[in-house]
């Protein structure tokens, strides 16, 4: 029989790939925004303005918040939290966050800085590469809008993640201590700051989103008080069942989307679909999918998403609604068979190398 415990440990890990999925999905909405053509059809496509919003937006808004909610729980799980922990888990993020965030950005960083005057390489977001302190500074940590066109972001924008976690890990005594002292009504208010769109600025510049602190301190007070996500989770699987499917309908008829709300009742609704999954018809996450998630979250964008898009683009000319959302779930479909056999090759002739920009995984 299988425990509580292992059965929660299996949901996690099935649930990685098909999140690390919707993290391309977002991406890959407005991703050819440079291609004159795409401006002049979205207009007039219903079916593809449907189907982006659904996957892109509404669908795949859970996944970021649901991987920082992990994060939280697993990082304090099966442990009494002390000085000699702390310590041990920052010299193991170290290994599984820091050296691929600081690898995946200076590669960029160089590729950027090769194909900076070379004209045929323009499928590549433009990147003007300033050989700079400063340009360096930014590109690793937060770029600013003289330096780049999504400020904010460290030069692998989707990177912004590793580095948020990086800097929420770095303050888990503090949350430890805020958990035990202000319990469930510690986590309302932060809840509450995160729906009210306010927060400091120059702690969201350092790299302290209120969103990462929110779900982070939510998923940590799950595994601080010992609780079990399976039992807890499923205690409101029939509502999220109900619940979940009408606001995404909400959200996709209307022009009031029930943001906050369907955030945390999609993580409850995809926690639950990933328990069913793997409970009712015995679906354990393949091991190599799995373990390929983090190398699909790191290559998929610039590597893959915009030039496969944009040769996707050139080759079909899209010119029905059918046509460009064909093109919008093949896009995806082949970033993410791409990335898997790279993947796979690199794993199977330079494990050692993968390991270290993987971050073990």
Known sequence: MTTDKELQSKVIDFLRFPLIVGVIFIHNYGSTANIPEMASITGHTPVYHICSELFSHILGSVAVPLFFFISGFLFFLNTDFSKQCYIKKLNSRVKTLLVPYLFWNISLLIFCFIISNIPLLSIFPNKDFELSFRYVLEALWRMSDKTH???????????????????????????????????????????????????????????????????????????????????????????????????????????????????????????????????TTSIEANRFLSASSFFLFAVHTPWLLTPVKTMLFIWIKPVTDMALTSLYFLTVLIVVLTGLMLYYLLKRFAPAFTNVITGGR
């Open 149 to 279: 066109n999504a400020a904010g972001y460290p030069i692998a924008t989707q990177f912004w993640f590793i580095r948020d976690l990086m800097v929420t890990v770095v303050l888990t005594p503090l949350i430890y201590l805020y958990v035990k002292k202000t319990h469930i009504y510690g986590i309302l208010l932060l809840g509450i700051v995160w729906l009210s769109g306010r927060w400091f600025e120059f702690a969201g510049s350092c790299g302290l989103n209120v969103s990462t602190l929110f779900f982070f301190t939510s998923g940590a007070w799950f595994s601080i008080n010992r609780r079990n996500l399976i039992q807890d989770m499923t205690k409101v699987k029939c509502i999220s069942f109900i619940t979940y499917p009408l606001i995404v309908i909400i959200d996709l008829l209307t022009d009031n989307p029930v943001y906050g709300a369907g955030t945390i009742i999609g993580i409850i609704f995809w926690f639950n679909i990933g328990h069913s999954s793997v409970r």
